[in-house]
Every structure is written in C-alpha cells, then in structure tokens.
C-alpha cells in the first residue's frame, strides 16, 4: 500500500513523463537515528545506494525504542523495510519477530569482526565502547590521578561529583552490569552490582542524568568531574574544545552496537538486504567512523588520523565485552522497578 500510495501523489504532482519515470523506481523505508546520523546517511551514505540500485530511499527518523514501537504498531503492514537499532533494542526486534533472516553469503560478511555477530536475522554496524570520561583540567587541578579502573567510580573525593546515565539508559546498565561482574555477579545475578551502586557510588553521583545535554552541562559548569558514557559522545564534547578524555578501564569497556536488519514482510526485500549488506561496506564504515565516531566492524577499513583515535579500533575491538542481551531484556523491567525503588529514591 505505501508504493502505491506514493506514485499516486507523485503522479498527481509531476507532469507524464515524470511520473512514469518515479513510479518505476522503488522506494525503501529505512528507520534509524536522527540529527547527525540522519545527515551523514542523506548527504554522505544514501546517494551512492540509490544510483547503484535505482532506489529511493526514504529515512524515517527517531530513537531505537521510537522505531521500536513503530515496528510493533505496523507489525502487520510494515512502512520500513531496513531498521537501525541499538543492539539492546534490536535484540527485541528479533525476539519479536520483526527481523528477516539476513543472506550472509555476500563476501563483505567475511570481512567483520565476531562481535558484529548478533545472530542470524541482524547485523552490527558499528561500535561504541562505554567506559569513563573525566575533566582532565580539573583533574590536574586538584592533583587527582586520571581515572583507569572502574573502581575510580568509588573513590570518595568525588563525592557528589559523578555523573552516570540511570539504568533505561544502556550506558547505566553497562555500569551495574561490570559492577555485578567485578563482584562475582553475572546478568543472571545482579545483585553484587546492585549492592555496589547503592552503597559505593550511589554516594559520589551527583545526577543520574539521561539526556546528552544533560550530561555536557554538568561537566561544562563544573559540577561533575567524571562520568560514564560512550566514546562517541565524549569525543563530540572534546571536538567543541573542552578538556575531557575518554578512558577504557584497565578491567574493560562495554559493547554498544548500532545494529541493523531487514524488515519482515518488505515489498522491497532484495533492496533491504542489499543495504544492510552496503552499510557493512569498507566505504560506509570509514563514513560512520568520521561522522559518528562509530568503530567499524569491518576488519578490512583502514582509519588514519584523528578516525584512528576517536573511535574504537583494531585491537581494542577484541577488548570489548558484550551483554547478554538475551537475559537482560527478560529482566530489564524488573531491574528498572528495583532501581526506582533501591539506588534513584
């Protein structure tokens, strides 16, 4: 229904010749970030696509859980035909049933690093690493040594002075994950990180902040000297000029993917899964490496510069530590309620 209702209104905008001409060219649906993202797939990813496939490509802009919902309320007729997911998301994308299976038999699905594995029906596109991010001038400052475990989250001349997404954020729950970790737990036993979030940092967060602007505000006016997020959003704070550094703790940083798949029920479904196979590209990930600091997945790209140290490359991708998104997302409104209830009162 969304083609046809699409050549009908070009049709009726357009004179003969042009109408012929769009309503022979398909036209896909990918739903993924805005901001940035959205102008780095416009400007720099979609048109090369487009020409090589005689494709339009229509994106359909919003967070993971706002193409999440739109997946689940079109799950009968779906608009999208390619969706872009953090990998928490997507995993209930797949369980869900959204997901078509991807044909892994195109030669670049070779070429990527296991952790862009996320099984048979999606496909990590990029990576982030969460881990610590301080102030390095207030740090000299006030002649503190520069983070390098997550037990610096502990320390106690930062009291008040720490600033951690809460747990619906997945950088939050990366944090109660490594502390259920560093103390015995797993994400089938949470309850070591639990007890250290509520009796060992709980006391040194100033704000369990969850919006970016948020996050940069507390740090630029200098009430929070050190955090946890991802790479990628430290390093677009350090590209304004402020004096912050991403650290990779000494006991590891967590995996965030972009993860992306075709949708079930496409009327385009060569076209979707030649776009998921083009994102995997050498190409593409150089882009995604330049514009949103997104690691590539692609063990072939070769980054130089500045890409090279913004974004997490070569050998740290084999450091980075993965979630068992499988289990996680079974618990994640019970954790959450817990969380309410024990650490954010």
């Not at 083609?3 to 993924?32: D, E």
């Not at 995993?91 to 048979?120: N, S, T």
């Not at 991802?230 to 993917?257: C, D, H, S, W």
């Amino acid at each position: 229904m969304k083609r046809k209702l699409m050549t009908i209104a070009i049709t009726g905008l357009l004179g003969p010749a042009a109408s012929m001409v769009y309503a022979q060219t398909p036209t896909l649906y990918l739903g993924s970030y805005g901001g940035s993202t959205q102008k780095a797939f416009e400007e720099d990813v979609l048109p090369a696509f487009e020409k090589a496939n005689n494709v339009r490509v229509v994106y359909v802009p919003g967070n993971s859980t706002d193409t999440l919902g739109k997946l689940q309320a079109q799950k009968n007729n779906p608009e999208l035909d390619v969706v872009m997911l953090d990998d928490g998301p997507m995993y209930q994308a797949v369980q869900f049933g959204f997901c078509e299976k991807i044909d892994k038999q195109a030669p670049v699905y070779k070429d990527l690093y296991p952790i862009a594995d996320i099984g048979p029906n999606a496909l990590g596109i990029g990576l982030v690493a969460t881990g610590l991010f301080y102030n390095e001038e207030a740090y000299k400052k006030e002649g503190l040594k520069p983070p390098t475990s997550w037990h610096d989250l502990e320390n106690p001349q930062l009291e008040q002075r720490i600033v951690i997404p809460p747990l619906n954020n997945t950088y939050g729950l990366h944090t109660l994950l490594k502390f259920a970790k560093l103390n015995g737990g797993s994400e089938k036993n949470p309850d070591p990180g639990f007890d250290a979030m509520i009796k060992k940092i709980n006391p040194n967060v100033l704000a369990w902040e969850p919006s970016p602007g948020g996050m940069t505000s507390l740090f630029q006016n200098g009430e929070a000297i050190l955090g946890v997020w991802g790479n990628g959003r430290v390093e677009a704070l350090k590209a304004t000029g402020f004096p912050v550094k991403f650290v990779y703790p000494k006991e590891g940083a967590m995996a965030l993917l972009t993860a992306a798949c075709p949708v079930v029920k496409s009327d385009v479904p060569q076209l979707a899964q030649k776009l998921v196979q083009y994102l995997a590209t050498p190409e593409v990930q150089v882009i995604f490496a330049r514009t949103q600091s997104w690691g590539p997945v692609n063990k072939t790209v070769k980054l130089t510069g500045d890409d090279a140290q913004r974004v997490v490359y070569g050998d740290a991708v084999d450091k980075l530590e993965k979630t068992d998104w499988d289990i996680v997302n079974k618990k994640r409104a019970e954790w959450n309620d817990r969380w309410n209830r024990t650490v954010e009162r």
